[in-house]
């Protein structure tokens, strides 16, 4: 079976470019979160999309923006790039979208803004 | 103080001995705990989720719930190298319904 799969995985930008992270989950997930984590610090929660509508957003600035469709894939945007954005970004699917369900993490798209 | 406080290490430990990971959290109506491996250059996997006060054991996992006092902790019994690994503590805020993350300790297990 496949797993939670992410494109790209390496990504190279500018400052002040944009940038879109896509995810496929697990089939039969409807649950997509996303996740930024920064060397040697845990995942920080960027959103949380169930059923394609937003369940959860964290403290991130608005030039971060998301959407699920409706075969549960899902993009992550990141607009007006800063250097503070280069980082690990993961999405996890799960089959419900309970804050508890247990998080199946795809393999990360790894950004690097110059 | 942070929500979810881990010990960063390295934790160095001996191929065959007891590896003990312990976490705390500042929510004290928190319900659900999480134990998550992440070799590095990779995505977190999950070990152990943990609902209830008491020991729960997986294997060669044992973890420890503890709410009076406010932590969480993972046992690895006969540790291998290939536990080497960095586990990260997650913990469901009820105060905001957020999945809550610490930092992370590195276990390093020594042949």
């Known amino acids: 079976d496949a797993g939670v799969t992410q494109s790209p995985t390496h990504l190279i930008k500018t400052r002040g470019q944009h940038v879109t992270l896509r995810c496929s989950p697990i089939?039969?997930?409807?649950?997509v979160s996303w996740y930024q984590q920064v060397l040697g610090q845990g995942p920080q929660f960027i959103f949380q999309?169930?059923?394609?509508?937003?369940?959860g957003r964290g403290n991130f600035p608005d030039r971060f923006s998301a959407r699920q469709f409706p075969n549960y894939s899902s993009e992550l945007n990141v607009n007006a790039l800063l250097l503070g954005d280069s980082a690990l970004y993961l999405c996890?699917?799960?089959?419900?979208?309970?804050?508890?369900?247990?998080?199946?993490f795809g393999n990360g798209t790894r950004l690097t803004v110059t | 103080q942070k929500e979810v406080e881990q010990n960063s290490g390295p934790l160095s430990v001996p191929e065959g001995a007891i590896a003990s990971l312990n976490c705390t959290y500042s929510?004290?109506?928190?319900?659900?705990f999480f134990w998550y491996r992440q070799y590095s250059g990779k995505s977190p996997e999950l070990i152990m989720s943990?609902?209830s006060n008491g020991d729960k054991e997986d294997g060669r996992f044992t973890a420890q719930l503890n709410k009076a006092s406010q932590y969480v902790s993972l046992l690895i019994r006969d540790s291998q190298p290939s536990d080497s690994a960095t586990y990260l503590c997650?913990?469901?805020?009820?105060?905001?319904?957020?999945?809550?993350w610490g930092a992370g300790t590195k276990l390093i297990i020594k042949p």
């Open positions: 997650a913990v469901v805020m009820d105060s905001n319904y957020q999945l809550i």
């Open positions: 929510d004290r109506v928190s319900q659900s």
């Open positions: 999309y169930y059923e394609k509508e937003e369940r």
């Open positions: 996890a699917s799960s089959f419900s979208g309970g804050v508890g369900s247990p998080l199946h």
């Open positions: 089939s039969g997930h409807k649950s």
């Open positions: 943990i609902y």
